[in-house]
Nanobody, 126 residues
Framework: QVQLVESGGGLVQAGGSLRLSCAASGRTGSKYAMGWFRQAPGKEREFVAAISWSGSGTYYADSVKGRFTISRDNAKNTVYLQMNSLKPEDTAVYYC???????????????????WGQGTQVTVSS
């Protein structure tokens, strides 16, 4: 089993920045890709960003490209999501997820991830 714990969410004004963290524990001796997803009220969960095990590969949703940066520190078993130039439409609960099946691939489908965190709320005021 793997436990994922997100942190760093909060309330920020439009144009501001936040950095989310996702700490993994448990089956951390194995390689795994990571992703960030978000879900706004009344909407489906959507893909935000993904990163491969090595960190050399990243992929972003068009809506966040150029504003968000995903990164990881495998020594700390932690993945980050740096969010800049935040917009009110970025308001959502943000979830991190781990994929052990394809650690070198960049997965954008929620069903391709094996473990999920509990989520952290990000609210962007206008």
């Amino acid at each position: 089993q793997v436990q994922l714990v997100e942190s760093g969410g909060g309330l920020v004004q439009a144009g501001g920045s936040l950095r989310l963290s996702c700490a993994a524990s448990g089956r951390t001796g194995s390689k795994y890709a990571m992703g960030w997803f978000r879900q706004a009220p009344g909407k489906e969960r959507e893909f935000v960003a993904a990163i491969s095990w090595s960190g050399s590969g990243t992929y972003y949703a068009d809506s966040v490209k150029g504003r968000f940066t995903i990164s990881r520190d495998n020594a700390k078993n932690t993945v980050y999501l740096q969010m800049n130039s935040l917009k009110p439409e970025d308001t959502a609960v943000y979830y991190c997820a781990a994929s052990f099946r394809w650690p070198s691939r960049l997965q954008i489908g929620a069903d391709q991830y094996d473990y999920w965190g509990q989520g952290t709320q990000v609210t962007v005021s206008s």
